[in-house]
């Protein structure tokens, strides 16, 4: 079975920095995009980053390009997320999730899309000074 | 790409049919014949699930009474006959460009 544990999530300060991890396990994480979708209190789905499976390739939103960056440990199965300069407007539920769409240079075009299945359970991450 | 879901709220009858629309403000069909459309359901208290992936192929042990279909700017997911365990908030993404999700369209039962 599939599984994706995401932890790092808590309460942090405006401008301040937070570390999401998430361990993956049920399937050979090495060979897989993974991805992190935010869900803001009572909002929709908002995609943040993908990584490639060798994490050569990654994307972000352009709300948090520049702030946040992904990175991964094929050795450990785990993915993460740091989150830097964090905002009010960064507070959400974030879900790592299993997959992801690789775009292609120059024409931006995609080279190959895995539909986000799983998803984790979420990491809470609020902001308050 | 912006896309937008109708109907916002859908009240439904178990056993009846429902459909969900998506459009969206360019075409999601690539040069390789696929829509970049995929569909998910967010349960009440739950993560979301995959169910619809490139407009029309159902995810594993999705039952086949959801089926997606259209083609370039819009889409639609039909739940041909609805039981309770459909109800949530169904949302639609596309992929052909910097990932983006529609608005999601809450299901209840009437």
């Known amino acids: 079975e599939v599984q994706l544990l995401e932890s790092g999530g808590g309460l942090a300060q405006p401008g301040k920095s937070l570390r999401l991890s998430c361990a993956a396990s049920?399937?050979?994480?090495?060979?897989?995009?993974m991805s992190w979708v935010r869900q803001a209190p009572g909002k929709g789905l908002e995609w943040v980053s993908t990584i490639s499976a060798p994490g050569d390739l990654k994307y972000y939103a352009d709300s948090v390009k520049g702030r946040f960056s992904t990175s991964r440990d094929n050795s450990k199965n785990t993915v993460f997320l740091q989150m830097d300069s964090l905002r009010a407007d960064d507070a959400a539920v974030y879900y790592c999730?299993?997959?992801?769409?690789?775009?292609?240079?120059?024409?931006?075009?995609?080279?190959?899309?895995?539909?986000?299945?799983?998803w984790g359970q979420g990491a809470r991450v609020s902001i308050s000074s | 790409i912006v896309l937008t879901q109708s109907p916002l709220s859908l009240p439904v009858i178990p056993g009846e049919a429902a459909s969900i629309h998506c459009r969206s403000s360019?075409?999601?069909?690539?040069?390789?014949?696929?829509?970049?459309l995929d569909w998910y359901l967010q349960k009440p208290g739950q993560s979301p699930q995959l169910l619809i992936w490139?407009?029309?192929s159902r995810a594993s042990g999705v039952p086949d009474r959801f089926s997606g279909n259209g083609s370039g700017t819009d889409f639609t997911l039909k739940i041909s006959r609805v039981e309770a365990e459909d109800v949530g908030v169904y949302y639609c993404?596309?992929?052909?460009?910097?990932?983006?999700f529609g608005g999601g369209t809450r299901v209840e039962i009437k």
């Open positions: 360019q075409s999601l069909l690539h040069s390789n014949g696929y829509n970049y």
């Open positions: 049920g399937f050979t994480f090495r060979t897989y995009a």
């Open positions: 999730v299993k997959g992801g769409t690789l775009f292609g240079a120059p024409n931006g075009e995609p080279i190959a899309h895995f539909p986000f299945d799983p």
């Open positions: 490139l407009g029309s």
């Open positions: 993404m596309q992929a052909l460009q910097t990932l983006t």
